[in-house]
């Protein structure tokens, strides 16, 4: 039995392209192609389709790929959402992953790695490249240990980290200096084996420190 997917994309030549690529894979299929959230949403509350993994847009009219993401994480848990897209920004994958995404792929990749992807999230319900994080894969495996070396405000500045703030607002919010949070990230990077933000929310979204709403 092949693993059904969805794909989201306003581009209607490029999510077509996509949904005959998933075709041509020995194990999935292509089960349903949305412009929008909103479409896909539609879809799922009338039992029409019922797809394991929804490849997923950020940028979209009526209802973009975090807001849908953060539906479907509250409303259909047990699906998986993968985002793909053009953006690179740290904040829009940190936005997509906070909302739920379980990996997120550049649209510019080649049709092995999208399998791989597919399959990976099949089998360990997550997949991130090293353009997402270098260190994910070691820091998802860290024992919660990881959490005992940490002090009680490098938590709070971990939580602060996880939000849209500049570090510069982190500081004012936590009533230090620019130079002490610049310590504190440098200090908590050192202690988890991290080296950027994006590693740091997951991080903190697997160890329970950051709640997805």
């Known amino acids: ?43 799922l509350n009338n039992k029409s389709i019922d797809p394991e993994i929804i490849l997923m847009d950020v940028n979209m009219p009526i209802l973009n790929g975090i807001e849908t993401t953060k539906i479907l994480s509250q409303d259909f848990p047990v699906i998986s959402v993968l985002a793909l897209s053009v953006e690179e920004e740290e904040k829009t994958i940190i936005q997509m992953l906070k909302s739920g995404a379980k990996g997120y792929l550049n649209k510019d990749i080649q049709k092995d790695l999208l399998l791989f992807a597919l399959n990976s999230i099949l089998q360990t319900g997550i997949f991130h490249t090293q353009n997402v994080t ?69 991080f903190a979204i697997k160890k329970g420190i950051y709640k997805v709403n």
């Open 134 to 202: 270098q260190a994910l894969i070691g820091n998802l495996e860290k024992k919660t240990d990881d959490l005992d070396e940490l002090k009680e405000r490098e938590i709070e500045f971990i939580q602060l980290a996880c939000t849209d703030m500049t570090y510069r607002e982190i500081a004012d919010k936590m009533f230090l200096s620019p130079k002490t949070v610049d310590n504190y990230r440098d200090s908590v990077f050192s202690k988890l084996n991290i080296k950027n933000r994006i590693g740091l929310v997951l």
């Open 1 to 43: 039995m092949k693993h059904k997917i969805a794909v989201v994309d306003d581009h209607t030549l490029l999510s077509q392209a996509i949904g005959k690529l998933i075709d041509g894979f020995e194990n999935f299929q292509t089960e349903g192609i949305f412009k929008n959230g909103q479409e896909l949403i539609t879809a």
